[in-house]
T-cell receptor, first 115, second 117 residues
């Protein structure tokens, strides 16, 4: 168990709605990143937050936005949901300046279904 | 372009046998790290092993070893003495650049491994 927790674990929304996913990072980790994993695919990097600021973004439109809080927890917000947004959303925490491997510790994800 | 390629969608291995999962990567950056993660049906990505681009020796972690061939740009995962609990999806991933990119990994498509009793 990594200590990264995500909520909710499952949710269903309809097209056009908005969703907020939450993540509590592993204790002591200062970086949070979010990934989208479509069924049968590898995870795709959405963005990364460090010291409460976005400092890296993948190929995702602006309707995907996020926040990182002083306690390093994070939110992913998706507006104007589309059917293709149905996926497993993974949160990962890591430590800038930590061990050389700097591995990411992932939560179990939030599975979003858009109808 | 930075890319990870896993060409084996599915693999079978007999319990207690060894298995190799293939991974090739593409980057022009001289500084990079290569990772392998295991994803069981629960969804959580479990870190297995890491290889840095400047590491002289192949990484090993228990039953996992990474066969790093830099000239061929390959980073194959070898699992020895397979166990039933090894059945899962396996992802190869790459991080490029410095510590500021700590959270950004490029993943391959994954390989589903099934261990037969």
């Amino acid at each position: 168990e990594t200590g990264v927790t995500q909520s909710p674990t499952h949710l269903i929304k309809t097209r056009g709605q908005q969703v907020t996913l939450r993540c509590s990072s592993q204790s002591g980790h200062n970086t949070v990143s979010w990934y989208q994993q479509a069924l049968g695919q590898g995870p795709q990097f959405i963005f990364q937050y460090y010291r409460e600021e976005e400092n890296g973004r993948g190929n995702f439109p602006p309707r995907f936005s996020g926040l990182q809080f002083p306690n390093y927890s994070s939110e992913l917000n998706v507006n104007a949901l589309e059917l293709d947004d149905s996926a497993l959303y993974l949160c990962a925490s890591s430590l800038v300046g930590g061990a050389v491997t700097g591995e990411l510790f992932f939560g179990e994800g939030s599975r979003l279904t858009v109808l | 372009a930075q890319k990870i390629t896993q060409t084996q969608p599915g693999m079978f291995v007999q319990e207690k046998e060894a298995v190799t999962l293939d991974c090739t990567y593409d980057t022009s950056d001289p500084s990079y790290g290569l990772f392998w993660y295991k994803q069981p049906s629960s969804g959580e990505m479990i870190f297995l092993i890491y290889q840095g681009s400047y590491d002289q020796q192949n990484a090993t972690e228990g039953r996992y070893s990474l066969n790093f061939q830099k000239a061929r740009k390959s980073a194959n995962l070898v699992i020895s003495a397979s166990q039933l609990g090894d059945s899962a999806m396996y992802f190869c991933a790459m991080r490029v650049g410095g510590s500021s990119n700590t959270g950004k990994l490029i993943f391959g498509q994954g390989t589903t491994l099934q261990v037969k009793p």
